[in-house]
């Protein structure tokens, strides 16, 4: 039996897709009753609601699993005490896996919540435990929180300059990963960089919008301070509004590429290009 914590989120339901389709079961925690339907519908043998803030919870739930994947809340600001509490956890269950959902570049001390998951990256070091560390690149499905004005207006709009340079990786393929280095040997102690095959402009980004949508998409650059607008109308907290600006900082002075190299060879195959996945989310209408 493998949990998946924070397993009703994006992250959380593609892993347990992938886990599945390789006929594992999976035990998902999850916060909230609702959401137990949600990943028995995926195929979760079984599902404990419980709070990862809650040692108590994170203990019942490691109980008699083999494997834990480990995925924190969005920018929590509780990251390295929540991912501590999931490492003792295993411990004491004495799992004999335990692979850390982390990020892309978390040394980079500007981005306040990479910089956690690197904490919990250090304590997982220390801990003793058989580890896997994943690191992947922003996911091409993020770009789906526009797909409206995307679709409806024509605009693809960012926080951070239009030029600025991406690795923007498939969630399908960090799932696919996920569940390799979940199932297969040979992973023990590894740190693994997920990067998407291609590095794009969100200029770029909009063009292929373009041609798979048949109509004009522009790239357009929006203050933060308009973003910041809109975040806190959808209910988004101060911590992550604050944290969200740093990285849009960062991503306008570096932005935010990697090498695909690595889950390539984890896949067996060259990752999903942008062009592929915005095929597939018309093909599929799951914009
Ligand atoms: N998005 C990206 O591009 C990207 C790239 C690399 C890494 N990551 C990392 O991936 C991780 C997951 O991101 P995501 O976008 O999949 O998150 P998400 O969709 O927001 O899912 C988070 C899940 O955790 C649950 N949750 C929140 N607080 C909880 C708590 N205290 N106890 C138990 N469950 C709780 C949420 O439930 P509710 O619905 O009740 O809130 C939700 O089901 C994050 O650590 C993020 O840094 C993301």
Not at 246 to 267: A, C, E, I, V
Request: glycine fraction near 8%; include cysteine.
């Amino acid at each position: 039996m493998i949990l998946v914590t924070g397993a009703a989120g994006k992250t959380g339901q593609a892993v347990i897709k992938a886990l599945v389709a390789r006929r594992q079961p999976v035990r998902a925690l999850v916060r909230r009753d609702e959401q137990t339907q949600t990943v028995k519908s995926l195929g979760a043998e079984e599902a404990i609601v419980g709070d990862m803030r809650d040692a108590t919870a994170l203990k019942r739930a490691a109980q008699g699993v083999h494997a834990i994947y480990h995925i924190c809340p969005n920018v929590s600001p509780e990251e390295i005490q929540i991912g501590k509490t999931a490492i003792a956890a295993a411990r004491e269950a004495g799992v004999e896996r335990f692979v850390f959902h982390s990020v892309m570049h978390p040394q980079t001390e500007a981005m306040t919540h990479h910089w956690n998951k690197l904490r919990v990256e250090e304590a997982l070091f220390e801990s003793g435990l058989a580890y896997t560390i994943l690191q992947p690149s922003s996911y091409m499905q993020n770009v789906l929180g526009g797909w409206k004005a995307i679709v409806e207006r024509g605009v693809y709009t960012v926080p951070y300059t239009v030029e600025a340079h991406m690795s923007m990786v498939d969630l399908d393929d960090v799932a696919q990963a996920a569940a390799v280095v979940l199932t297969e040997p040979g992973h023990l102690g590894a740190t693994y960089e997920l990067a998407g095959p291609e590095v794009l402009t969100q200029m770029q980004v909009a063009e292929i919008l373009s041609k798979h949508l048949k109509r004009p998409v522009r790239a357009e650059q929006i203050t933060i301070e308009a973003w910041t607008l809109q975040a806190r109308a959808s209910g988004m907290g101060e911590y992550q509004i604050e944290t969200l600006t740093k990285m849009f900082h960062y991503y306008d002075r570096s932005g935010f590429w990697g090498n695909p190299h690595t889950l390539s060879q984890l896949l067996g195959r060259t990752p999903s290009k942008f062009d592929a996945f915005v095929e597939r989310t018309i093909r599929e209408g799951s914009g």
